[in-house]
């Protein structure tokens, strides 16, 4: 079957512009999940999603943060304005229910805030 | 919110040679563990999982046990070789369907860099 889809897979800008994240899950998912990897560290979640409704966002920065899954497939985060702290690894992953708990990652995208 | 520590941060061992990789955890109904492998710059995969009825499983070189009265879980690799090269997160998950809302997403251990030295 085909894994979560991530695009871009890097991305660069400066502080204080804006940068939006795309995921696609496997397909038949109804769970997707956004989490943060700062260098050196395990990912953090931002924010759950069940369907086209949010389960849980209770770890998203929410001033500069904002994530949507209008259709209950693909999912954006966005972030607006950009900290040099949020340079991370966005990850998106997607299980087949709330209940399942296997959960599968995406490749990532890499930003580099400057 | 559940809370993971995993210990050591970096393990070296000579090819042929035992890791273990040790997890504890915090929050009593989490009931799910999974161990992922990543690579540099690529993604976690998941490499094996236990539930908290079962206090051990074992995958060919690979190996998980679970305490769960003292809320510690553990990775075991055998005859490790150079392609085991890599950081393993431990991370523990709990279904909060039915127990009052909230995520029911991983939470990770800060990881432990395995290299095994040729």
């Known amino acids: 079957e085909a894994g979560v889809a991530q695009s871009p897979r890097y991305k660069i800008i400066e502080k204080r512009q804006s940068v939006a994240f795309w995921c696609n899950p496997i397909?038949?998912?109804?769970?997707l999940y956004w989490y943060q990897q700062i260098l050196g560290q395990g990912p953090k979640l931002l924010i759950q999603f069940q369907n086209n409704g949010v389960v849980d966002d209770s770890q998203l920065p929410k001033d500069r943060f904002s994530a949507e899954r209008l259709k209950g497939v693909d999912s954006t985060l966005k972030i607006q304005p950009a900290k040099l702290e949020d340079s991370a690894v966005y990850l998106c992953?997607?299980?087949?229910?709330?209940?399942?708990?296997?959960?599968?990652f995406g490749p990532g995208t890499r930003l580099l805030v400057l | 919110g559940e809370n993971v520590e995993q210990h050591p941060s970096t393990l070296s061992v000579q090819e042929g040679d035992s890791a273990v990789i040790k997890c504890t955890y915090s929050d009593s109904a989490s009931n799910y563990f999974p161990w992922y492998k990543q690579e540099l710059g690529k993604r976690p995969q998941l490499i094996i999982d236990?539930?908290?009825?079962?206090g051990e499983k074992k995958d060919q070189r690979i190996a998980v046990t679970l305490n769960k009265t003292a809320k510690h879980f553990s990775l075991h690799i055998t005859e490790t070789q150079p392609e085991d090269s890599a950081v393993y997160f431990c991370?523990?998950?709990?279904?909060?369907?039915?127990?009052?809302?909230?995520?029911?997403?991983?939470?990770f251990g800060k990881g432990t860099h395995l290299i095994i030295q040729p």
């Open positions: 992953a997607s299980s087949y229910d709330r209940g399942q708990e296997t959960q599968y």
């Open positions: 991370a523990a998950w709990t279904f909060r369907r039915y127990t009052g809302g909230g995520a029911d997403g991983l939470t």
């Open positions: 397909s038949g998912h109804a769970t």
């Open positions: 236990i539930r908290s009825n079962v």
